[in-house]
């Protein structure tokens, strides 16, 4: 057992607020992060799709492997900001009808590509 310490911030565990504040963080760092550019796929004429989100799983769209590495080192960087990181190994990379087979990267580790996956 470790010492007692004093929690200084953060909402107490079990607080109805924690899952919306944790909502809002995560859109802010999503809208921060596909900002800079167009790095999604067309969905129609005027809309383009960035990336879909479910609680705390992500999953970032792009055309290219370029794209795709850059949107993963922006959404690393602004989530650091505010004290979040993204967990090397539970982060999958899926390629569809990729001519690139470099691998992404996250802080200097190649992630995972996988043939499937489940959302």
């Known amino acids: 057992m470790t010492d007692a310490f004093q929690v200084r911030t953060g ?4 607080c109805l607020l924690s899952s919306f504040l944790f909502l809002l963080v ?4 999503m809208r921060t992060s596909t900002s800079e550019g167009k790095h ?3 969905w129609t004429a005027q809309n383009q799709l ?3 989100d479910f609680a705390d799983d992500l999953a970032l769209l792009s055309h290219t492997h370029e794209q795709m590495q850059a949107k993963t080192a922006s959404v690393a960087a602004v989530s650091a900001s505010v004290g979040l990181s993204i967990h090397n ?6 390629k569809f009808k990729a001519e690139n087979s470099n691998s ?12 499937s996956s489940t959302y």
Request: glycine share 12%.
């Open 40 to 42: 999604g796929i067309q």
């Open 11 to 14: 909402v107490r565990q079990g």
């Open 89 to 94: 190994g539970k982060t999958k990379v899926l």
């Open 104 to 115: 992404i990267t996250l802080d200097g580790e190649t992630l995972e590509d996988v043939e």
């Open 26 to 29: 995560v859109d802010w760092i």
């Open 50 to 52: 960035d990336d879909l």
